[in-house]
């Protein structure tokens, strides 16, 4: 079992439509990231929080939007995705200072239609 | 020139064999080094973190070459099972908080 729990596991969406995915964790690791992977490519670093705080946003479109509610949890509001959006959006954790590793979670198995 | 690139292989090597993997960073800022393994449809896992002074662990050992800015990761005694693929990753200091960049992944495959 993963310690960093994503959900849903798959989710299936529209172009009109509005969907968050959910990230949470207890391991009372203070960073906490979104990664977008595509198949046969490494992630790619979406979004990153540090103590709850935006710390970088790889220019990622509006359309995705995230959000970090306490130090435990980390959404990624979704909204008028394209098609090319489809892609497992992974989740990690991480103490502040990182040198222990990351924890991802399973991720969500995105597809816009 | 990427930040971190690694031989996407595939490598394709019998059971029993020993395999490294090499990969390069380009940030000589620099602060850890991890060995992640990707299964398929399956999210990275983290092998090992890469030591200064070198680590291993059962059939794996990570070195760090600051010098020469590499990491590699040798797998003794191969098994089926070791069969993924291999992610290089890099952890950057960036303003208030650290940034990790991957390699782009090599892909092992352990026939019987």
């Known amino acids: 079992d993963t310690e960093v729990t994503q959900t849903p596991k798959h989710l299936v969406m529209g172009m009109t439509n509005k969907k968050s995915l959910k990230c949470e964790q207890h391991?009372?690791?203070?960073?906490m990231y979104w990664y977008k992977q595509k198949a046969k490519k490494p992630p790619e670093l979406m979004f990153v929080?540090?103590?709850?705080?935006?710390?970088i946003n790889e220019s990622v479109p509006s359309r995705f939007s995230p959000e970090c509610p306490n130090s435990s949890l980390l959404n990624l509001h979704l909204h008028a995705l394209q098609p090319e959006d489809s892609a497992l959006y992974l989740c990690a954790s991480s103490q502040a200072s990182p040198r222990d590793g990351y924890t991802f979670g399973s991720g969500t198995r995105l597809t816009v239609v | 020139r990427k930040e971190v690139e690694q031989d996407p292989g595939p490598f394709n090597v019998p059971e029993g064999a020993t395999v490294a993997f090499n990969c390069t960073y380009s940030n000589s800022a620099s602060q850890s080094f991890f060995w992640y393994r990707q299964d398929c449809r399956k999210e990275p896992k983290l092998l090992m973190s890469?030591?200064?002074s070198g680590n291993e662990d059962g059939r794996f050992t990570a070195q760090l070459n600051r010098a020469s800015q590499y990491i590699s990761l040798l797998i003794r005694d191969s098994k089926l099972s070791d069969s993924a693929t291999y992610l290089c990753v890099v952890n950057n200091p960036y303003s208030s908080a650290s940034k990790i960049i991957f390699g782009s992944g090599t892909r092992l495959s352990i026939r019987p």
């Open positions: 391991m009372g690791h203070r960073a």
């Open positions: 890469v030591y200064s």
């Open positions: 929080y540090s103590y709850e705080k935006l710390s």
